[in-house]
Each structure stands twice: as structure tokens, then as C-alpha cells.
């Protein structure tokens, strides 16, 4: 019984979704529209849809692996996030949003040139690929592995409705999907907590049971090393990574820009307690798991504590979470190709409605590419290897030179392509080539350092040189040029497409409002079917359903 409640839920709660994508796909008219709001998305939207972006089931598939293993240390862990969060509030997204660019690699090529704005491209395009492989994984395998589905075909299907969601909706469709995420997300966890200590013999009993360094602040390979490169690997991820900066450019103002970061910050720094506190209570629940097997930490609990239709709801939430993570990095190398490449490369002369079906046809390619990466994470180390190797591969040597030429006049392409070139080279040695060859391995620490310090000290050393020489950038020089040519030529506001933008944001709230009523419905109703925390089921859909006046209320103002 409990098992056809809850499939009926994911199939129910998919379907509602999907219809969502659909009527987003009236508002893509033209390429701003489609891939950045109109650039008028109220910030409050845009830092959850941030926080969301950056969630995926992977945060309970890997962290929650580790919460189950070392305890507390994933919670610390996951504070470097709030780090990277506060830093770019003050001083990254506005730089961002004050570009004026739709997408980083178009501040790329105004910035470095369109030599490196194309390295950039291919080379985001490929790692994107495989850090969202990953989350596709990660999903498929708590989706496959509680209705007991075999996992290649749950990948494809699961992978296929992703791409199909964001390649008919566009950015807002993306929203939308992350707002709902958080919310189902945030409810479900609330009830999860109460059940597991219950089911753990209340909280006494679980602080009795935990091994004597499961609240350590660092833990096992996790040292203070460790989170040190890892806090600066998130300025730089949250900073620069082109999925997130598609947040800052997509609302109105840079002062809107640092507002979603803030809150991207202020979510993360009670959110990863409440995360990772199921996990290590099941610690003391069910303490034999070993290896690969802690992956489904987090699947266990809630199979063993959650009543009838919850399990399917949460299961329903981690995968359109990791969705709205994979849709927005699908949403941004689509923008990407469709802008940067396509438009600036092959057709400059493309009509919108060109553009349109490049941009819809682009997100189905690099979707199939993504589920061959998720089919082939199980036979290279498992999640947790493979996402932080790839972040200390490529996050440094990807993400910092852009960064650090918002703030420069002095780098130039030539030394930016440089050293990225540099530091993914030495990363990939030391990650790949010396193990196999000489049976050397770095530290989780060490690795992550590496990554992440090695092309900040090349930047450094570059920046000093070229303030000893005296020397501007070329290319910076160029770009105040182009500024100021387009300060001079600011081009005509067109009426209609103003209001057309405000109806669009109007609309997606009212959806939004509708949506989170619709969430509110759906689980009254799991109230008649649930054994226990039926109360709290239903004071969770109260508040839901007052929640939605929020959207609402906004939607009415945005009408002026």
C-alpha cells in the first residue's frame, strides 16, 4: 500500500511540474527573456533559486554519505558555502550584474577576447557535463533503489525528463522548480528529524550511541586544511561559476545582485543542520554500513521513518532539486552556445525565432551528454570521490581568472588562458598521472589546496609583474572603449517589450502562488494516509498555504 501512495505521489507531483514547464513556454520570446527573466527577476526569487541551484540530491547522496561516516565535519563542510556566499555578496555579484553582460562568457569576450572566451566555453561546456552526470546519478540511484527500478533505465528517463523541462520553459520554468524544491525539501526535513530520533530512542540515546568524535569540527581526511581550500574553492565557485552568475545578471540592479547572494548565505547556515541530522542519527539506528553503501544513508532513514505518500514526496523533491540544478546548468550552456557561439560565431544575423529553437535544440544535446557522464559515475570511485575530485581539478583553474578580471586592469587573455591551461594540467598530474604511475596520492587536503591556491598564486604573481612593468591590459582597455560607446548609444526602451517582461514576472509568481497551494492540497490529503505525524503533516500544509500569499501579494505590485 505504502509503495503505491507513493508512487502515486512522484507520478502526481511530476506531472504538475511538467505541466509548469509547459506554461513557460509561452514567455520565451526572445533570448533575454528565455535565459535571464528579463533581466527583472525580484532577488528574493533569485537567492532561493540560487540556494536550490546549488542543492541537489547530491547533497544527500555525498554529504550525506560523509555525515553518516565522520558526523558534524559535513555540516562544517557545507559552512564553506555560506563563506563563498557572504564574499560574493560584497564584493562579486555586483561586479557581475554592473558588466552589463547576459552571460560570463560574454564578459569573457568583452574582457579577455573571443580566443579566450572560446577555450572557456568548450571547457566549461565539458566540465558542466560531467558535474551534472553526477547529480543525475545521484538521483537516479535514491529514485531507482527505493522503488527498486533498475538504475541505467531510471537514469535515462529521469535524465529525459530534465532536459525536456528546461529546454520548453527556460530560466523561469528553472525557478519556479527550485522555489517548489525548497519548500517541499524544508517540510520534509522538518518531519523527518522528530521520526528519526524517535526511531533512535529520542536524543539522549542518540548522543550515547555516536562515536566519541562524531561532533569534532573536522573530522577523518576532512582536516582544517581541507575547509580552508574548500571555503576559497566556494568564493570562487559561488563567485564565478557561470550557472550562478546567470542569478546575479537576471535581476535589476547590482544592489538586487548582492541581495541574492546574502540570502544564498543566510540559508546555508542553518540549512546544512537540519540536512545532515538524519544521516547521523541513522548512524546510531543502523551502524554497519560500509563503503559504497553510505551513499543510501540518507535513502534508509527516510524509507524506515517516513508514513505513506511522505517518502514519495520527498523523493519527488530530491530529484526536481537536482533537476532545477541540472536544468539551470543545461539552461546556462544552452545560453551559452546560443549566444556566445551560435549568434556570435556562426549566424550573427539569426532572427529570435532562430535563436529560440537553437537555444531548445542545444539543451537536448548537451542533456544526452549528461546521461552518459551519470551512466558511468559508479565505475570511477562512486559520488563523493568524484565530485570533489572534479572540484579540485577544475574549479580553481576554471572560475578564478574570470574573477579576478573583474577586478583587474592589468591581466590579459593571453595570461589568463595561460594559466588556467597551467593549473588544469598540474591538477589532472597529480590527480591521475602520478597515481598511476608512481602509486602517489595526495590528501583529500592537499589536493583540494592544490586546486585552488595553485592558480590564485599564478594570478598573483602575474598581477605584481604587470604592476612592476607598469602594464595595462589591451583588452581592458578595449572594453572601457566599448562602454563608453555604449553609454553614448543607449539604445531606445521599447515599450511593449518592457511590459511583456512585466507580465512575464507577474505570471511567474502567480505560478509560483498557485504551485505552493497546490503543495499545501496534496499533502491535507497525505493526512488521511499517514500512521503518524499526521499533526505535523498538517500544521506543515498550513503553513505552506499561507506562504503562498507571498508570491501572490508581490505578483499584484508587479503590475505597476
Known amino acids: 500500500m505504502n509503495s503505491i501512495i507513493d508512487t502515486s505521489v512522484i507520478v502526481v507531483f511530476s506531472v504538475f511540474i511538467m505541466v509548469i514547464g509547459l506554461l513557460f513556454s509561452r514567455t520565451g520570446r526572445n533570448l533575454k527573456s528565455f535565459f535571464a527573466g528579463g533581466e527583472a527577476v525580484p532577488w528574493f526569487i533569485g537567492g532561493l533559486s540560487l540556494f536550490m541551484s546549488f542543492f541537489s540530491a547530491g547533497t544527500f547522496v555525498a554529504w550525506g554519505s560523509i555525515a553518516y561516516k565522520y558526523g558534524w565535519v559535513a555540516v562544517t ?12 555578496g560584497l564584493y562579486i555579484a555586483p561586479k557581475w550584474k554592473a558588466t552589463g553582460s547576459l552571460t560570463a562568457a560574454e564578459f569573457i569576450k568583452d574582457r579577455l577576447g573571443a580566443h579566450v572566451q572560446k577555450s572557456f566555453i568548450y571547457i566549461f561546456m565539458l566540465v558542466s557535463l560531467f558535474i551534472k552526470g553526477s547529480v543525475l546519478y545521484s538521483v537516479a540511484k535514491l529514485v531507482g533503489s527505493s522503488l527498486e527500478f ?13 532536459i525536456a523541462y528546461t529546454a520548453v520553459g527556460g530560466l523561469w520554468a528553472v525557478m519556479v522548480t527550485d522555489i517548489l524544491q525548497f519548500v517541499i525539501l524544508t517540510a520534509a526535513v522538518l518531519l523527518i528529524i522528530p521520526l528519526a530520533f524517535t526511531e533512535a530512542g529520542g536524543v539522549q540515546t542518540f548522543l550515547t550511541k555516536v562515536p566519541h568524535d562524531f561532533f569534532n569540527v573536522v573530522n577523518g581526511e576532512y582536516t582544517w586544511g581541507f575547509i580552508g581550500a574548500f571555503a576559497l574553492y566556494h568564493i570562487f565557485y559561488i563567485g564565478g561559476n557561470w550557472t550562478f552568475v546567470q542569478r546575479y545578471t537576471s535581476v535589476d540592479t547590482p544592489k538586487s545582485a548582492s541581495k541574492v547572494a546574502f540570502l544564498f548565505a543566510g540559508l546555508y547556515i542553518l540549512s546544512p543542520v537540519l540536512w545532515m541530522l538524519p544521516p547521523m542519527i541513522y548512524q546510531t539506528i543502523n551502524p554497519g554500513l560500509t563503503g559504497l553503501e553510505t551513499e543510501n544513508a540518507y535513502l534508509m532513514v527516510c524509507k524506515q521513518v517516513l508514513p505513506a505518500g511522505l517518502m514519495g514526496l520527498i523523493l519527488t523533491g530530491m530529484y526536481f532539486s537536482t533537476s532545477a540544478s541540472a536544468n539551470t546548468a543545461l539552461n546556462v550552456v544552452s545560453a551559452v552556445f546560443t549566444n556566445d557561439i551560435y549568434k556570435g560565431t556562426i549566424n550573427p544575423k539569426a532572427s529570435d525565432e532562430k535563436l529560440m529553437k537553437i537555444a531548445r535544440t542545444s539543451s537536448w544535446c548537451f542533456g544526452f551528454g549528461m546521461i552518459v557522464i551519470a551512466l558511468i559515475v559508479p565505475y570511477i570511485g562512486g559520488i563523493v570521490e568524484f565530485t570533489l575530485s572534479v ?25 589568463t588562458i595561460t594559466i588556467t591551461m597551467v593549473s588544469l594540467a598540474v591538477n589532472l598530474i597529480f590527480k591521475i598521472v602520478l597515481p598511476l604511475v608512481l602509486d602517489y596520492k595526495l590528501s583529500r587536503a592537499s589536493e583540494m589546496l592544490l586546486g585552488v591556491l595553485l592558480p590564485f598564486i599564478l594570478l598573483l604573481i602575474y598581477e605584481l609583474y604587470a604592476a612592476y612593468k607598469g602594464k595595462v591590459s589591451a583588452e581592458y582597455l578595449q572594453l572601457q572603449e566599448l562602454k563608453a560607446y555604449r553609454a553614448a ?18 505570471f511567474g ?13 496534496l499533502l491535507y490529503i497525505l493526512c488521511a494516509f499517514t500512521s503518524k505525524g499526521t499533526s505535523m503533516v498538517a500544521v506543515i500544509a498550513t503553513v505552506i498555504l499561507l506562504s503562498a500569499w507571498i508570491p501572490l501579494n508581490a505578483s499584484f505590485k508587479k503590475v505597476h
Not at 538504475?151 to 529525459?160: E, M, Q, R, Y
Not at 579576478?404 to 595570461?415: E, N, V, Y
Request: contains cysteine.
Open 391 to 415: 572540484g579540485a581539478i577544475t574549479g580553481g583553474p576554471l572560475l578564478a581568472p574570470p574573477i579576478w578580471a573583474l577586478f583587474s586592469k592589468r591581466i590579459t587573455g593571453k595570461a
Open 77 to 88: 563542510i557545507q559552512w564553506t558555502m555560506c563563506i563563498g556566499g557572504l564574499i560574493t
Open 509 to 521: 509568481l502567480q505560478v509560483i502562488s498557485f504551485s505552493l497551494a497546490f503543495i499545501a492540497l
Open 489 to 506: 548609444n543607449v539604445p531606445v526602451v521599447d515599450e511593449e517589450e518592457v511590459a511583456e517582461i512585466k507580465r512575464q514576472n507577474k
Open 150 to 162: 533498475p538504475l541505467v533505465p531510471v537514469t535515462l528517463i529521469l535524465g529525459i525528463l530534465m
